[in-house]
């Protein structure tokens, strides 16, 4: 990918320290979601033809389709998991797959991706915490009148009950929860259409690309 002035590849220790596909091949997922929404969006927009469109996004489903079953390849020559997954596209499709590209960056690209991690990481840890919330009530309810000591300072203060003790975690999640929801919808933003930094002259549409991609809005 990186060409410009250099006359010779890279060193194998360089190799290994540019190379982030060990880690960064969990944002697959999301990588590919994030192309398919930028080609549907190109397609919509007539800067790429339909033809290529549904060829392009047919290509990512199969790329999809062999990371789920047989898991994402580490050929460190191909670096991260963008050159990875554009490499195989290549491969499936032939050169309609350097189209998949047009007015994006790699920028804007590794940002959409991390966010869309995120919000997936959140949503899992919230419906754990939810779950969590859901047994504390229950179990709460079992014990409305099971008497234990309440503490302060080390030592035994007043009489409470389990219940109402269990009800107390039940509200530590919630402010958890609320935390969360916090950050998600601080980053709930589509940095797709930034390109490289200041946009493109394409004439894309980036609202479409954050609706399909779940987010609330481009970020200004």
Do not use: C
């Amino acid at each position: 990918m990186w060409g410009g002035r250099f006359a010779e590849g890279p060193s194998a220790i360089m190799r290994e320290i540019n190379a982030s596909i060990p880690f960064d091949k969990a944002l697959w997922r999301q990588d590919i979601a994030a192309s398919k929404a930028h080609v549907a969006m190109l397609g919509a927009q007539g800067i790429v033809s339909t033809g290529d469109m549904d060829v392009i996004s047919a290509g990512l489903d199969q790329v999809a389709a062999e990371y789920e079953a047989q898991g994402v390849p580490e050929n460190w020559d191909l670096e991260d998991i963008h050159m990875t997954t554009e490499s195989r596209l290549a491969e499936l499709i032939g050169p309609a797959a350097g189209r998949l590209h047009t007015a994006r960056s790699r920028n804007d690209q590794v940002a959409t991706d991390f966010r869309l991690w995120v919000r997936d990481a959140i949503d899992q840890a919230d419906a754990g915490l939810a779950a969590l919330q859901r047994a504390l009530v229950m179990r709460a309810g079992e014990h409305a009148d099971s008497i234990m000591p309440g503490f302060t300072h080390l030592q035994t203060a007043q009489p409470v009950t389990l219940g109402h003790h269990l009800m107390a975690y039940y509200e530590m999640v919630r402010r958890d929860r609320s935390r969360f929801a916090d950050a998600r919808a601080r980053m709930n933003e589509s940095p797709l259409g930034a390109a490289a930094l200041a946009g493109t002259s394409f004439p894309i549409d980036r609202h479409a690309t954050a609706a399909a991609l779940g987010f609330d809005r481009p970020m200004a």
